[in-house]
């Protein structure tokens, strides 16, 4: 596979993007697209649509246990969303463009809001199991990249909304940080050697998505926000062992947390703060 990616993603969708613009005739405020163990924990309004992936051409299926294949639509208290309830990732073979797939088809349908949600570990000490992190920066350590329509563009995150969000989190009662995500290829979880080198180059959180697709949609002119919730701590003085069903289980105690935080970012959207 070569390291950078030069498929534009909004090609393969725009079928896909075709059929949803004619059968939704209403404007939408945001797009989520769930981590591992998210699918069946989001619950962020009524959902009044879904539609399988297998009818959106260009959508990966989803391989991974934890992740959906499933489109929805949900009325929020803030617009509508479409909530992708699964993703793909570089480890199950998928190439960057194919990551960023979901992240295209809802640009392509005009939603430049985007929601990224994922597992992650916890590198920061002070980081605990259930602990929202809204990064304000990321890291690519997959040494992957897709190419970006924007040449110069080096903020991936909007810091802005990020930050707001997180004051309306705790606005709201739940007790979010701030912080640096890094992505790393997976699929193996890191070792002690890993955790210390990663914690030294200034991560806080580490998964295994999110900042490749975030990088090319900020790039393409999206709007990047992303929700990481711890699932396991590491450290590199003690050996540990983390697994993807423990990755799912704590996803799926924190279901209302989650929902809720996401409620806060999307209550933080603000349609004009990146006008010029
Ligand atoms: N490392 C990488 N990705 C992850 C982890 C982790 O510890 N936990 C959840 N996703």
Redesign the pocket.
């Known amino acids: 596979m070569p390291l950078i990616d030069h498929t534009d993603p909004r090609i393969a969708v725009r079928q896909g993007a075709v059929l949803l613009c004619n059968r939704w005739n209403e404007p939408i405020k945001a797009a989520i697209i769930a981590g ?1 163990g998210f699918s069946s924990i989001i619950e962020v309004g009524k959902v009044i649509d879904r539609i399988p992936y297998s009818l959106l051409p260009g959508l990966p299926q989803s391989t991974i246990s934890g992740h959906g294949s499933e489109l929805l639509l949900a009325s929020t208290p803030y617009g509508l969303t479409i909530i992708f309830t699964g993703r793909s990732h570089a480890y199950e073979g998928h190439k960057p463009s194919a990551c960023a797939s979901h992240a295209a088809l809802a640009l392509e349908v005009g939603v430049q809001n985007l929601i990224m949600t ?4 916890g590198l920061h000490p002070r980081l605990n199991v259930g602990d929202v992190v809204i990064p304000t920066d990321v890291m690519n350590m997959t040494f992957r990249a897709l190419r970006s329509p924007a040449r110069n563009h080096s903020e991936v995150v909007d810091r802005g909304w990020a930050l707001r969000s997180t004051s309306q989190c705790w606005v709201d009662g739940i007790p979010a940080r701030n912080g640096t995500l890094v992505q ?1 290829l ?1 699929p193996s ?2 070792t002690r050697a890993e955790i210390g080198m990663m914690r030294r180059c200034g991560a806080d959180v ?3 998505s999110t900042v490749v697709e975030s990088a090319w949609a900020s790039g393409a002119g999206a709007r990047v926000s992303v929700l990481s919730l711890v ?2 701590t ?1 450290t590199d003085t003690h050996q540990q062992s ?1 697994t993807h069903l423990q ?1 799912m289980d704590t996803a799926s105690t924190s279901g209302k947390r989650v929902s809720q935080a996401l409620l806060s970012i999307l209550q933080s959207i603000q349609e004009s703060h990146s006008a010029p």
Request: proline share 0%; aromatic share 6%.
């Open positions: 591992s994922n597992a992650c570990g790393v997976g979880f890191e580490i998964g295994m699932t396991n590491l983390v990755v």
